[in-house]
T-cell receptor, first 115, second 113 residues
Framework: AQKVTQAQTEISVVEKEDVTLDCVYE???????LFWYKQPPSGELVFLIR??????QNEISGRYSWNFQKSTSSFNFTITASQVVDSAVYFC????????????FGKGNQVVVIP | SQTIHQWPATLVQPVGSPLSLECTVE??????LYWYRQAAGRGLQLLFY??????ISSEVPQNLSASRPQDRQFILSSKKLLLSDSGFYLC????????????FGPGTRLTVT
């Protein structure tokens, strides 16, 4: 069974501070995919990144960066110099190569950026 | 480019009434389709997924059903709504046979009174 844990429920930061969201996963598969989604107040989930289990390179996209560490089963997400528009719920998700592309989501991190 | 539509955007229904939520995808063929529910507290629960017309898999036994009458149309239904059916319903699609990301629609907020 696959499982994703996002321990921090709500995180408040002051604008321009950095914020890191932790994601720890469990899977028995050797091949799997990890994802991050953003859910702004409007409700629609927005895809941010996909990472496969064979690619442990960290990635940076603008103010977003991701740190994948297979040894600790973690896929953490950092927002640098946060802005009010970053206020949202962020979900980490796991998909194994079997199972019709089903995603297992964590419970989400509510990020509140205070101006 | 691909687009996913859901309607209605919001719905208020009394207990015991029927339900029909519709999802359509444009710009792709043979997608996998998914229905999720997000109750208060943010967690996303997969309800149904479909790999083709008429092929529906249910993840959680419940008061709801799903159908896929056309390749890019996915419908969520209920004959009699319960209070516990209230929530935010999200439809998603993904490329078939690939373990890639799912793309989500704008959602339907359902309140059962």
């Amino acid at each position: 069974a696959q499982k994703v844990t996002q321990a921090q429920t709500e995180i408040s930061v002051v604008e321009k501070e950095d914020v890191t969201l932790d994601c720890v996963y469990e899977t028995r598969d050797t091949t799997y995919y990890l994802f991050w989604y953003k859910q702004p107040p409007s409700g629609e989930l927005v895809f941010l990144i996909r990472r496969n289990s064979f690619d442990e390179q960290n990635e940076i996209s603008g103010r977003y960066s991701w740190n994948f560490q297979k040894s600790t089963s973690s896929f953490n997400f950092t927002i640098t110099a946060s802005q009010v528009v970053d206020s949202a719920v962020y979900f980490c998700a796991l998909s194994e190569t079997r199972g019709n592309n089903r995603l297992a989501f964590g419970k989400g991190n509510q990020v509140v950026v205070i101006p | 480019s691909q687009t996913i539509h859901q309607w209605p955007a919001t719905l208020v229904q009394p207990v015991g009434s029927p339900l029909s939520l519709e999802c359509t995808v444009e710009g792709t063929s043979n997608p996998n389709l998914y229905w999720y529910r997000q109750a208060a507290g943010r967690g996303l629960q997969l309800l149904f997924y479909s790999v083709g017309i008429g092929q529906i898999s249910s993840e959680v036994p419940q008061n709801l059903s799903a159908s896929r009458p056309q390749d890019r149309q996915f419908i969520l239904s209920s004959k009699k709504l319960l209070l516990s059916d209230s929530g935010f319903y999200l439809c998603a699609w993904s490329v078939r046979r690939l373990t890639y990301e799912q793309y989500f629609g704008p959602g339907t907020r359902l309140t059962v009174t």
